[in-house]
């Protein structure tokens, strides 16, 4: 049994939610977001829940059907709350600044970073951090992913883009031989 496949989800206030064949839209406002679980759950929406349930009771169905969940509980999470992620830049010389609805990096190249920010997505610079916002957890993830990948952090010293719970294990510098 899926333990989370079989919770209900609370559609909250000022959300609809409804399934039209195997697609489970939500909407707030006039923010639309879909979610196509290509036949392979079992979806109702009854007294302000979605309950999902599988098709079958082979393996692949029963993973489906927690996936499908999770999937939905971050839909009505992104539209109620929003997802963020935080980066920190470190490095003498790296610096960030937003320019419109692009994103202007120093990342010791040449010449500077320049990222756009996809639509839906919101990047803020305070300082040496960098602050991406969203409704969509993989979107804003992903953006997040792609502005670490200008420069990732290296072992030594610790220079680069890095998230900020993330833990650089550090190695020893050269040593002189006595």
Do not use: C
Not at 1 to 29: C, H, W, Y
Not at 96 to 114: C, D, F, N, Q, R
Not at 138 to 160: D, L, T
């Amino acid at each position: 049994m899926s333990r989370i496949g079989k919770q209900p989800i609370e559609i909250p206030a000022g959300i609809s939610a409804k399934v039209d064949g195997n697609v489970l839209s939500f909407t707030k406002g006039n923010v639309k977001k879909e979610l196509d679980f290509k036949g392979h759950v079992n979806v109702e929406v009854k007294d302000n829940q979605v309950v999902f349930t599988p098709k079958s009771d082979d393996r692949s169905s029963r993973a489906y059907w927690g996936t499908y969940r999770a999937l939905a509980n971050n839909i009505i999470i992104g539209l109620t709350q929003g997802f963020k992620k935080v980066l920190e830049i470190n490095g003498v010389g790296y610096k960030a600044a937003m320019k419109g609805k692009t994103l202007e990096m120093a990342l010791g190249y040449s010449h500077p970073v320049i990222f756009d920010a996809p639509e839906g997505i919101e990047i803020a610079v305070e300082k040496n951090t960098i602050v991406i916002t969203g409704a969509d957890k993989q979107v804003v993830g992903q953006v997040a992913a792609k502005i670490r990948e200008f420069r990732p952090p290296e072992p030594y010293k610790g220079k680069g883009i890095k998230y900020s719970d993330e833990r650089i294990i550090r190695k020893a510098g050269k040593t002189s031989k006595k």
